[in-house]
């Protein structure tokens, strides 16, 4: 595993000068470049960081056991589904991917975990979302997050054959979204290469800490041409 971090970190260290050099007339080129380059040298630490004694390990493993236990017992971010929590979980610094084929519902699970994250499902502390949506239009996903909230069959809302009751219930969602409008951000930029969702990320992050950042969906994730589809997805990764 180290040395593939430690390849990885190469690649990405060469991938970035070389297009740092390319594009220094472009300044907000030239700043995604270095969050690449930052990228590729935490991951080369990380390659670098040689053997740990078993001791270290052990102690380390009790102290974020006793941390787990002090925050009760969560391994990380609920989902808000208890039978999928017993099942996994999101911790931080994880990257977790939803597959499932083709209208199984991955995107109403995301609007799911954004609302949760939000406090807008339970009454947890919300943290601030980040989603890059490639797939669709930021309104389309407004209207399955209005949906979701305002339990207003999807249907009738993408046709926009609405009864008076379902009106109101919009309405309300509405309200409860503007009380978490400065903590969730859509980006529907399609295209977008790792790079720019980086460099993206971490400006908004400097603005205000992100506790969930989404991509929908990675295989729409900008990649070199020239790698196969295995090497591009790990890429990605």
């Given at each position: 595993?180290?040395?593939?971090?430690?390849?990885?970190?190469?690649?990405?260290?060469?991938?970035?000068?070389?297009?740092?050099?390319?594009?220094?007339?472009?300044?907000?080129?030239?700043?995604?470049?270095?969050?690449?380059?930052?990228?590729?040298?935490?991951?080369?630490?990380?390659?670098?960081?040689?053997?740990?004694?078993?001791?270290?390990?052990?102690?380390?493993?009790?102290?974020?056991?006793?941390?787990?236990?002090?925050?009760?017992?969560?391994?990380?971010?609920?989902?808000?589904?208890?039978?999928?929590?017993?099942?996994?979980?999101?911790?931080?610094?994880?990257?977790?991917?939803?597959?499932?084929?083709?209208?199984?519902?991955?995107?109403?699970?995301?609007?799911?975990?954004?609302?949760?994250?939000?406090?807008?499902?339970?009454?947890?502390?919300?943290?601030?979302?980040?989603?890059?949506?490639?797939?669709?239009?930021?309104?389309?996903?407004?209207?399955?997050m209005l949906s979701a909230l305002a339990l207003v069959d999807y249907g009738r809302l993408e046709h926009a054959k609405l009864s008076q009751t379902d009106w109101q219930r919009l309405v309300n969602a509405k309200i409860e979204l503007d009380k978490v409008r400065h903590l969730w951000w859509v980006d529907p930029t399609p295209g977008l290469t790792v790079e720019q969702m980086v460099a993206r990320i971490r400006a908004?992050?400097?603005?205000?800490?992100?506790?969930?950042?989404?991509?929908?969906?990675?295989?729409?994730?900008?990649?070199?041409?020239?790698?196969?589809?295995?090497?591009?997805?790990?890429?990605?990764?």
């Amino acid at each position: 595993a180290k040395a593939v971090l430690a390849s990885s970190a190469q690649r990405l260290r060469e991938r970035g000068c070389r297009r740092l050099l390319e594009a220094s007339h472009d300044l907000d080129r030239v700043q995604e470049l270095r969050a690449l380059l930052a990228e590729a040298d935490s991951l080369q630490g990380v390659g670098g960081a040689g053997p740990i004694d078993g001791g270290t390990v052990i102690e380390r493993t009790l102290d974020e056991l006793q941390q787990q236990a002090d925050a009760g017992g969560s391994p990380g971010m609920s989902t808000g589904l208890e039978a999928l929590d017993s099942l996994v979980s999101f911790k931080p610094q994880r990257q977790s991917v939803i597959a499932a084929r083709p209208g199984m519902g991955k995107t109403s699970f995301l609007v799911h975990l954004v609302m949760t994250c939000l406090g807008l499902m339970d009454s947890r502390v919300p943290e601030a979302v980040g989603i890059f949506e490639l797939e669709m239009s930021e309104t389309e996903l407004g209207r399955r997050m209005l949906s979701a909230l305002a339990l207003v069959d999807y249907g009738r809302l993408e046709h926009a054959k609405l009864s008076q009751t379902d009106w109101q219930r919009l309405v309300n969602a509405k309200i409860e979204l503007d009380k978490v409008r400065h903590l969730w951000w859509v980006d529907p930029t399609p295209g977008l290469t790792v790079e720019q969702m980086v460099a993206r990320i971490r400006a908004q992050h400097a603005k205000q800490p992100l506790g969930f950042v989404a991509a929908d969906y990675v295989q729409l994730v900008k990649v070199d041409s020239g790698r196969n589809r295995t090497e591009a997805v790990g890429d990605v990764s």
